[in-house]
C-alpha cells in the first residue's frame, strides 16, 4: 500500500526587492516560529523578521519602488484554544499600504465569508498584523470544514493615498512577482493576492505565507496546444489534495471531483472544488470526498471559466475551440471543447465494512461506522446484526502491528442535552472496544475510548441528513504499518 503524505500548499507572496530604492525601513526575511503540533517549523519569524516600533533603524527598510518584485511573509495561526485566528507578517510594501484580510467558509462551493475586508496597514517597519474573533460555536460547528483565508492588495478598491498609488501605478502596472496577478473585472489591473487554505479542527493550527522563489513559467506558457501534469500529493480524513503545473493560461477555472470508480456517473460529493490556475501555469486542489476507494480516481475540467476570460478567450476561443492535446476532448454536452484531466488514485486495499466510510491521513486510517447499523436509537448496546460489521472490522485489524493503538471514538448529534450526549457517546465506542478486546486475533492491540458527544460534527446539524452523518462511531489507527508474519 502506499503511504501518502500530506502536502498543503503554503502559498504566498512574493519575492525579491532591487538596488534602486529610496525609501527605507528596517527588516529581516527570517522565518517563523517554532509551533508545537505544527507542521511547518520556521524558525523566530516575528523575532527575526519583524521589529517591533522600538525598533531605532526603521529608516533603513527597502520599500517597493517600480521594478521590484513583491515580497511578503505572513504567520497565520487557527487557534481553538483562544478561538480565533490571528495574522501577523511582514512586506517590502509602502508604509500606510492598506492590505485585505478575507476568511471564507465553504470556498469550494457557495462562498461564506466568516469576515471579509479586514483592513491591515502596513507599518514604518513593513509590519502588518491582525485577528479574526470568531464565534463561540465556529470550531464546533465547522470541524472538519475547509477555510480559505487571502491577503490582497487591489488599486481599484484601495484606500491608499494618491502618492502611494501613483508608486504601484493607477492599475497596478509596477506591481511584479510571483503573487502579482492580472484580473479583468471592472477593468484589466494587477492586484497582491496571497491565500492558504485551512482545516477547522486539523492537527496542523499555523500556517506560513510565503513566496517560491524559484518558480518559472513554461517556455509553451500560453499557447494552444495545452498539456498538464498533475498527482495526489496527500489527503487528510476530508480532502484529498492534487498539485500539477502546465502551460494553461493563467485564471483558467478548473473543477475538482472525486468518483469512487469509473462506473460511477457522479462524484463522492456533489459540489466540485472550483481553482485557478497560476501564472506559472501551476495549481493546486483541494478536494472533498466521503470515503476512499480502490478504483477511486480524480478528474478536473475547465469548461471555459476563467479570471482573466477576456484575454483566454481571444487565444483559446469562447468555446475552447481553438485549443489542442491530449487532455482536451469535445464537449459532448454543448458545442465546442472541454479539458479533462485525470488522476487516478492508487488505492489502500481496505475494503470498507457495509455502509461505512474509510478515509486516511499519512497512513493513518478512520472507519467512520453511522450509529443506526451498530445500536438502536437512543441505546448503547450493540444490536445482534453488528457483530457482522465489527467482524469487517476485527479483519481489518488482526494484521495491525502488535501494541498498536486502536482509538475508538464516540459521537452524536445535537438533539437532546449534552451531557447525556456526552454519556452516550461514551458508552457507545466502549460496547464496540468491549466486543473487538473479545476477538483473540486482537489481544495485541490496545483499545482507547474516547466520547465527544456532540463536540466533533462532521456535517451541519440542521439537516437529518447532517445529524445522520454526526451520529457514529470511529476507529481510527495506522493501518498501513501493518504486523509482519
Same mark, same amino acid.
Given at each position: 500500500?502506499?503511504?501518502?503524505?500530506?502536502?498543503?500548499?503554503?502559498?504566498?507572496?512574493?519575492?525579491?526587492? !532591487?538596488?534602486?530604492?529610496?525609501?527605507?525601513?528596517? @527588516?529581516?526575511?527570517?522565518?517563523?516560529?517554532?509551533?508545537?503540533?505544527?507542521?511547518?517549523?520556521?524558525?523566530?519569524?516575528?523575532?527575526?523578521?519583524?521589529?517591533?516600533?522600538?525598533?531605532?533603524?526603521? /529608516? /533603513?527598510?527597502?520599500?517597493?519602488?517600480?521594478?521590484?518584485?513583491?515580497?511578503?511573509?505572513?504567520?497565520?495561526?487557527?487557534?481553538?484554544?483562544?478561538?480565533?485566528?490571528?495574522? @501577523?507578517? *511582514?512586506?517590502?510594501?509602502?508604509?500606510?499600504?492598506?492590505?485585505?484580510?478575507?476568511?471564507?467558509?465553504?470556498?469550494?462551493?457557495?462562498?461564506?465569508?466568516?469576515?471579509r475586508d479586514i483592513h491591515l496597514d502596513v507599518q514604518a517597519d513593513g509590519s502588518f498584523q491582525t485577528s479574526f474573533d470568531l464565534d463561540?460555536?465556529?470550531?464546533?460547528?465547522?470541524?472538519?470544514?475547509?477555510? +480559505?483565508?487571502?491577503?490582497?492588495?487591489?488599486?481599484? @478598491?484601495?484606500?491608499?493615498?494618491?502618492?502611494?498609488?501613483?508608486?504601484?501605478?493607477?492599475?497596478g502596472e509596477n506591481l511584479k512577482g510571483p503573487f502579482v496577478q492580472i484580473n479583468e473585472s471592472v477593468r484589466e489591473r494587477n492586484v497582491?493576492?496571497?491565500?492558504?487554505?485551512?482545516?477547522?479542527?486539523? %492537527?496542523?493550527?499555523?500556517?506560513?505565507?510565503?513566496?517560491?522563489?524559484?518558480? &518559472?513559467?513554461?517556455? /509553451?506558457?500560453?499557447?494552444?496546444?495545452?498539456?498538464?501534469?498533475?498527482? =495526489?500529493?496527500?489527503?487528510?480524513?476530508?480532502?484529498?489534495?492534487?498539485?500539477?503545473?502546465?502551460?494553461?493560461?493563467?485564471?483558467?477555472?478548473?473543477?475538482?471531483?472525486?468518483?469512487?470508480?469509473?462506473?460511477?456517473?457522479?462524484?463522492?460529493?456533489?459540489?466540485?472544488?472550483?481553482?485557478?490556475?497560476?501564472?506559472?501555469?501551476?495549481?493546486?486542489?483541494? *478536494?472533498?470526498?466521503?470515503?476512499?476507494?480502490?478504483?477511486?480516481?480524480?478528474?478536473?475540467?475547465?469548461?471555459?471559466?476563467?479570471?482573466?476570460?477576456?484575454?483566454?478567450?481571444?487565444?483559446?476561443?469562447?468555446?475552447?475551440?481553438? *485549443?489542442?492535446?491530449?487532455?482536451?476532448?469535445?464537449?459532448?454536452?454543448?458545442?465546442?471543447?472541454? =479539458?479533462?484531466?485525470?488522476?487516478?488514485?492508487?488505492?489502500?486495499?481496505?475494503?470498507?465494512?457495509? &455502509?461505512?466510510?474509510?478515509?486516511?491521513?499519512?497512513?493513518?486510517?478512520?472507519?467512520?461506522?453511522?450509529?443506526?447499523?451498530?445500536?438502536?436509537?437512543?441505546?448503547?448496546?450493540?444490536?445482534?446484526?453488528?457483530?457482522?460489521?465489527?467482524?469487517?472490522?476485527? %479483519?481489518?485489524?488482526?494484521?495491525?502491528?502488535?501494541?498498536?493503538?486502536?482509538?475508538?471514538?464516540?459521537?452524536?448529534?445535537?438533539?437532546?442535552?449534552?451531557?447525556? %450526549?456526552?454519556?452516550? !457517546?461514551?458508552?457507545?465506542?466502549?460496547?464496540?472496544?468491549?466486543?473487538?478486546?473479545?476477538?483473540?486475533? +486482537?489481544?495485541?492491540?490496545?483499545? *482507547?475510548?474516547?466520547?465527544?458527544?456532540?463536540?466533533?460534527?462532521?456535517?451541519?446539524?440542521? !439537516?437529518?441528513?447532517?445529524?445522520k452523518m454526526n451520529r457514529r462511531v470511529e476507529i481510527v489507527f495506522h493501518g498501513l504499518e501493518l504486523k509482519k508474519d
Open positions: 500500500m502506499k503511504r501518502f503524505i500530506i502536502t498543503i500548499f503554503i502559498a504566498v507572496l512574493l519575492v525579491a526587492c !532591487s538596488s534602486n530604492n529610496n525609501n527605507k525601513t528596517t @527588516e529581516n526575511n527570517n522565518d517563523t516560529s517554532n509551533v508545537e503540533n505544527n507542521v511547518v517549523n520556521k524558525d523566530n519569524f516575528l523575532n527575526d523578521n519583524i521589529e517591533n516600533e522600538n525598533n531605532e533603524n526603521s /529608516d /533603513d527598510r527597502e520599500e517597493f519602488s517600480p521594478g521590484d518584485n513583491v515580497e511578503l511573509e505572513a504567520r497565520v495561526e487557527l487557534s481553538e484554544e483562544n478561538n480565533e485566528l490571528t495574522v @501577523e507578517g *511582514i512586506t517590502n510594501l509602502l508604509t500606510n499600504t492598506s492590505l485585505t484580510a478575507d476568511l471564507i467558509g465553504n470556498p469550494m462551493g457557495n462562498r461564506d465569508y466568516i469576515d463561540d460555536d465556529f470550531f464546533q460547528e465547522n470541524n472538519g470544514q475547509l477555510l +480559505l483565508f487571502s491577503i490582497s492588495y487591489d488599486p481599484l @478598491e484601495s484606500v491608499a493615498d494618491e502618492e502611494i498609488k501613483e508608486v504601484y501605478g493607477k492599475d497582491v493576492y496571497a491565500y492558504e487554505y485551512l482545516v477547522v479542527g486539523s %492537527n496542523k493550527t499555523t500556517y506560513i505565507i510565503e513566496s517560491d522563489d524559484n518558480k &518559472e513559467v513554461p517556455g /509553451d506558457y500560453g499557447e494552444t496546444e495545452i498539456w498538464a501534469e498533475a498527482e =495526489i500529493t496527500g489527503n487528510d480524513h476530508y480532502h484529498i489534495y492534487v498539485e500539477g503545473s502546465s502551460n494553461i493560461l493563467e485564471g483558467t477555472q478548473l473543477l475538482g471531483r472525486y468518483f469512487s470508480d469509473q462506473d460511477k456517473a457522479m462524484s463522492q460529493n456533489l459540489i466540485p472544488s472550483l481553482i485557478e490556475v497560476d501564472k506559472y501555469g501551476d495549481f493546486i486542489v483541494p *478536494i472533498r470526498y466521503d470515503s476512499i476507494t480502490d478504483d477511486g480516481y480524480v478528474e478536473l475540467t475547465s469548461y471555459g471559466s476563467h479570471r482573466t476570460k477576456e484575454t483566454t478567450n481571444e487565444v483559446y476561443g469562447e468555446k475552447y475551440e481553438n *485549443i489542442t492535446g491530449n487532455i482536451v476532448e469535445d464537449n459532448l454536452s454543448k458545442d465546442g471543447q472541454i =479539458i479533462r484531466i485525470t488522476v487516478d488514485y492508487e488505492g489502500m486495499d481496505v475494503e470498507a465494512p457495509d &455502509e461505512s466510510l474509510v478515509t486516511e491521513e499519512d497512513g493513518e486510517l478512520k472507519i467512520a461506522m453511522p450509529d443506526d447499523i451498530l445500536f438502536d436509537f437512543d441505546k448503547s448496546s450493540l444490536k445482534s446484526e453488528a457483530k457482522d460489521t465489527l467482524k469487517e472490522v476485527s %479483519n481489518l485489524l488482526k494484521d495491525v502491528k502488535d501494541n498498536e493503538n486502536i482509538q475508538i471514538k464516540g459521537h452524536t448529534d445535537n438533539e437532546g442535552n449534552p451531557e447525556y %450526549n456526552q454519556i452516550l !457517546s461514551e458508552e457507545r465506542a466502549e460496547a464496540v472496544a468491549k466486543r473487538l478486546r473479545a476477538n483473540e486475533d +486482537l489481544k495485541h492491540l490496545n483499545f *482507547i475510548i474516547e466520547g465527544y458527544g456532540e463536540t466533533k460534527p462532521v456535517a451541519s446539524n440542521d !439537516s437529518e441528513d447532517g445529524r
